[in-house]
């Protein structure tokens, strides 16, 4: 569980951060919609599941979804392909050690508490992360003014508690109910519920070809779901 933490949580996030600052939003998800197959494929392989046709056939729906969703003319945004491949490097790393962490977690999950199981993967990811801090900036302890900032109280300090801690919670009690194959697909979806979010709160243009893609994703899930 600790060695879970340390890859899906501290060493994903790093990696899947430094290919957001590189790659932009749009490309990011488009590769980073390599974590459903990624996903079924090493439950396959290291969890012994036996995913049906309903999952393979809604994953790759869900992932052409997304490809649909975020791929635009200016995806590329002027970026140099040296720039592009080490975000795509990045991002692919990401993807692998998220799977990683979930397959190292899950047949751990009907034997412990689901709280205790968060609390040790967030902890050691935590403390994974302030280690990192610490060596990259060798010793010194200027970051900590990050957290000061009124930016930080206003909208890191909410959207850690939703987006991590809220939202790691309820996804740990999926996995100990469902096939990590299924999560993996189902967890894609939250990429269309950004989509959703920054048009109604971010004033972001919600075109055709978004509603297309999000039809489809649902559609997908929901072939996931009951032909799994």
Known sequence: LTLSGVLGIALGDLLFMASLVMLGASLNAIVGSTYTPTLIITSILFLGEKPGPGIWIGGLMVVSA???????????GGRSSSVIWIGVGY???AVLSMAGGIVLMKEYLPVYP????NWIRMGTGTVALLT????KNRGRLGFLR?????HFMRYLLPGSVLGAFFAIWTWTVSLEYLPASLVGVLGQVTTFAIIMFAALF???SMTL???????????????AILWR
């Open 114 to 117: 689901t709280p205790l199981v």
């Open 146 to 150: 990050f957290f000061r900032g009124s």
């Open 91 to 93: 991002e692919l790393a």
């Open 66 to 76: 997304i490809v649909m969703a975020s791929w635009s003319k200016d995806s590329v």
């Open 202 to 204: 971010l004033g972001e």
């Open 132 to 135: 990192y801090l610490l060596i």
């Open 209 to 223: 070809r978004k509603i297309v893609a999000a039809v489809l994703a649902v559609t997908g899930s929901t072939i």
